[in-house]
C-alpha cells in the first residue's frame, strides 16, 4: 500500500483564505479473500486507487460571521481480477462452505463523486440569549460503472461431492447507477442562563436513476440495451434538538439529553437493485448425466429460481431508511485537568431496504417438512416449496415492516488534556444490538442493514421462510458486548521524543452453525434443491475476545519556524493472532478457524510543518 498526500494554503489577505488538497493511495493485494475456504486459486487480484481532490474558500466577512465553500471530488478504480491460469469455474462445496475454481465472478468497477459545500455561520446577542447560527447547502452525485464476468458464465454447488445445482449468468454486464441530492440544513446554538439548546433541521431531496446502457452477449445471454430509469425519489426533514444543563457555578458539571434523526446517505447500492443491466441469472438442478462432474450444456434439471434485475422492481411508495437516536449523559470536570463522562445511546432504525420474494408466498408456496439435524439427531421443521412454483421470481425492493434494528449502548470515559507533557483517555463501553434478520453466513456482508436485505451486496434474508429458522432477533456481526480502549502519549522535551500507546480489549462478534440439507427425514429430496439456514440461533458463539496494542516513537526538530518529525508506527505490537473468522457449516471443519487478525506491521513516516 502507498499513499501521498499534498496540501496547499495560500492567504489572499487577513480575511480570506484558499486551500488546495490531493491524496492518492494505492492498494495491492495478490490474494484478497484468501483462507481455509478460499484457496489461492479462488482468490482474486485487488488492485485499488483512491484519489480526493479538493478545493477549499474560507472567509471572515465580519468579526461574528464566517463563509466556508468547498469542492470535492473523489475516485475509487476498485477491480478484482481473476488469478491468471485458471480454466475450471467455481464450484462451492455447501458442506463445508470450501470453493474451488476460479473466483465466484469477477470485477472492475469505476467509482467518482462530486460534492459541493457551503456554509456562514453567524454569532448573535439578544439581550441575555446568545445565538451561534449555521446553515448551509449542500449539492452531491455519485457514479458507479462496474464491469462483471463470471468464468464460462457459472458457478457450480456440490453437496458431500454429489453435484446439486448449477447457476448460468448474464455476463458480461455493464452496470451502471448514479444518485445524487440536494441538501439545505440550519441549526441554532442558544445560550442562556445555565441552559444551551441545539435546535437543527436538515432537509434532502435525493434521487437514484439508471442512465441508458447495455452489455454484450455471453455464454447465456444476447446483446441487449436499456433506456433511462428512474428508480427513486426521496424528500426528508431530519429535526435535532438537544440540551445542556450546566447547574453550577464553578461549571464542573454538565447534563446532556438530544434527539435526532439521521437518514441514510444514499448510495449506489440503493439505485442497483432493479437495474436489468446487472449480473443476474438462473438456477437449476444439475443433472450431472454423464458423472464427470464437469458441467455441460444440457445438464440443467428444473428451474428453481432467477434473480437480477430482469426480475427486480421497485415499490413506489419506497420510502429512505432513518436512524432515531436518544442520548442522556453528565460530564464532570474532576481535578487534574481530567474530565470524566457518561453516556447513554439508544438507536432505532427503520424502514430499512430489502429484497423481497413476491411470486413464492411464504405460507402457500411451501410445505412443512421434517429433517434431521445430523450434529445433533434432532428434528427440525424446513419448507419445503411446492412444485408449480419452481421457478417463479419477482423481487420487489421495498421496505420490509418486521425489518428493524436496534441498539443501546452505556459507556464511561475519563480523559486528561494535555499539560506538562503527557495525555490519556480512557473508556469502557457496555452494549446491545439487535437486527431481526441477517443472512445466512457469518461475515460483514451479511450480518448489517444492508448485507442483509441484499441492497447493493450481500444475499437478501427475505427471499424464503428457511431463512426466518433460528434468525428472527439477535445480535449483527458488528456486535461487541463489552469495549475498553486506553490510550495515551508523554513528550520527553529534552530529547524531543513523543511516545504514544493505544491499548483495546473487545468482546469477540457472535457467529451461529449453519446447516445445508438436501433431503428431508425421509431421504426425499427439496424440491428447490438443498436448503441453507441457522441450526442454532447465531449469537450461539463468540468469537474470542479481541486485545490489541499499538504504538507508536516520534522524534521532532524544531528549525525556526518549521518543525520535522520522523514517526515510526507498530501495529498490532505484540504480534496476537486472535482468530477473527471460522468455519461456520456443520461437519467436521465446524468452528475452524479460517481466518485470524493482521500480523505485527511497522510503518515508517515523515511531517514537515512550515
Known amino acids: 500500500m502507498f499513499s501521498g498526500l499534498g496540501n496547499v494554503t495560500y492567504q489572499l489577505n487577513p480575511r480570506n483564505r484558499v486551500t488546495g488538497l490531493f491524496t492518492r493511495q ?18 482474486w487480484i485487488e488492485d485499488d486507487v483512491f484519489s480526493i481532490y479538493q478545493g477549499a474558500y474560507n ?115 455493464d452496470e451502471i447507477e448514479i444518485f445524487r441530492g440536494s441538501v439545505m440544513h440550519v441549526q441554532d446554538n442558544v445560550a442562556f442562563g445555565r441552559v444551551t439548546l441545539n435546535l437543527g433541521l436538515r432537509y434532502e431531496h435525493t434521487n437514484g436513476l439508471l442512465p441508458p446502457q447495455g452489455a454484450p452477449g455471453g ?3 444476447s446483446a441487449r440495451s436499456f433506456p433511462e430509469q428512474r428508480v427513486f425519489t426521496w424528500n426528508s426533514f431530519a429535526p435535532r434538538v438537544g440540551v445542556i444543563f450546566d447547574p453550577l457555578p464553578s461549571h464542573a458539571i454538565a447534563a446532556k439529553a438530544g434527539y435526532a434523526r439521521y437518514y441514510h446517505a444514499p448510495s449506489t447500492g440503493f439505485v442497483s437493485g432493479p437495474n436489468q443491466n446487472n449480473l443476474g441469472g438462473s438456477t437449476y438442478n444439475w443433472i450431472d448425466r454423464n458423472g464427470d462432474r464437469q458441467f455441460q450444456r444440457g445438464e440443467e434439471g428444473t428451474k428453481l429460481s432467477s ?50 420474494e413476491t411470486a413464492v408466498p411464504f405460507d402457500s408456496g411451501y410445505t412443512q417438512v421434517r429433517a434431521i439435524d445430523p ?170 475476545t479481541l486485545r490489541t496494542m499499538d504504538f507508536r516513537i516520534a522524534k521532532f526538530f524544531v528549525v525556526g519556524r518549521q518543525r520535522f518529525e520522523a514517526i515510526g508506527d507498530f501495529f498490532n505490537l505484540f504480534n496476537v493472532n486472535t482468530v477473527t473468522t471460522v468455519n461456520p457449516n456443520s461437519g467436521t471443519d465446524f468452528s475452524k478457524p479460517t481466518d485470524i487478525l493482521g500480523p505485527r506491521v511497522f510503518r515508517i513516516g515523515g511531517r514537515w510543518t512550515f
Open 26 to 43: 494505492t492498494y495491492y493485494k495478490p490474494n484478497r479473500n484468501a483462507s481455509a475456504l478460499n484457496p489461492p486459486e479462488s482468490t
Open 59 to 173: 472567509s471572515q466577512i465580519s468579526s461574528n460571521a464566517i463563509f466556508d465553500a468547498r469542492v470535492s471530488y473523489s475516485t475509487v478504480v476498485f477491480p478484482l481480477k481473476l488469478q491468471p491460469g485458471v480454466t475450471q469455474p467455481n464450484v462451492v462445496e455447501l458442506s463445508t462452505g470450501k470453493n474451488s475454481g476460479a473466483a465466484s465472478q469477477n470485477y472492475d468497477q469505476w467509482r467518482t463523486r462530486l460534492a459541493v459545500d457551503t456554509a456562514l455561520t453567524y454569532s448573535a446577542r439578544t439581550g441575555t440569549i446568545n445565538h451561534d447560527i449555521k446553515g448551509g447547502y449542500q449539492f452531491f452525485r455519485g457514479l458507479s460503472d462496474s464491469v462483471q464476468d463470471v468464468l464460462q458464465g457459472i458457478n457450480l454447488n456440490v453437496l458431500n461431492g454429489t453435484p446439486q445445482t448449477v447457476t448460468e449468468y448474464n455476463s458480461p454486464v
Open 219 to 221: 455464454p447465456f445471454s
Open 307 to 356: 434473480f437480477g434485475g430482469s426480475t427486480t422492481t421497485v415499490d413506489s411508495s419506497l420510502k429512505q431508511p432513518h436512524t432515531d437516536e436518544i442520548s442522556a449523559g453528565v460530564e464532570l470536570e474532576a481535578p487534574g485537568r481530567v474530565r470524566l463522562s457518561g453516556m447513554f445511546v439508544h438507536r432505532q432504525a427503520r424502514d430499512l431496504l430489502a429484497l423481497v
Open 375 to 544: 450434529v445433533t439427531n434432532a428434528a427440525v421443521t424446513l419448507f419445503n416449496e411446492r412444485p408449480q412454483f419452481l421457478g417463479l421470481a419477482a423481487q420487489l425492493v421495498t421496505n420490509p415492516s418486521d425489518f428493524k434494528t436496534k441498539f443501546n449502548g452505556f459507556e464511561l470515559s475519563a480523559q486528561r488534556r494535555f499539560a506538562q507533557g503527557y495525555q490519556f483517555i480512557t473508556s469502557y463501553a457496555f452494549s446491545t444490538s439487535d437486527i431481526t434478520r441477517t443472512s445466512i453466513d457469518v461475515s460483514q456482508y451479511g450480518g448489517e442493514e444492508e448485507g442483509a436485505g441484499g441492497v447493493g451486496f450481500g444475499s437478501s434474508a427475505f427471499l424464503n421462510p428457511n431463512q426466518r429458522i433460528n434468525n428472527t432477533s439477535g445480535p449483527g456481526f458488528y456486535d461487541r458486548t463489552h469495549v475498553f480502549k486506553l490510550g495515551g502519549s508523554y513528550d520527553v522535551q529534552r530529547a524531543g521524543i513523543t511516545l504514544a500507546a493505544t491499548g483495546k480489549v473487545q468482546t469477540g462478534t457472535p457467529y451461529g452453525r449453519i446447516l445445508t440439507l438436501s433431503s428431508d427425514a425421509n431421504g426425499n429430496p427439496f424440491n428447490q434443491g438443498p436448503i441453507t439456514f441457522f441450526a442454532e440461533p447465531r449469537d450461539a458463539h463468540r468469537f474470542p
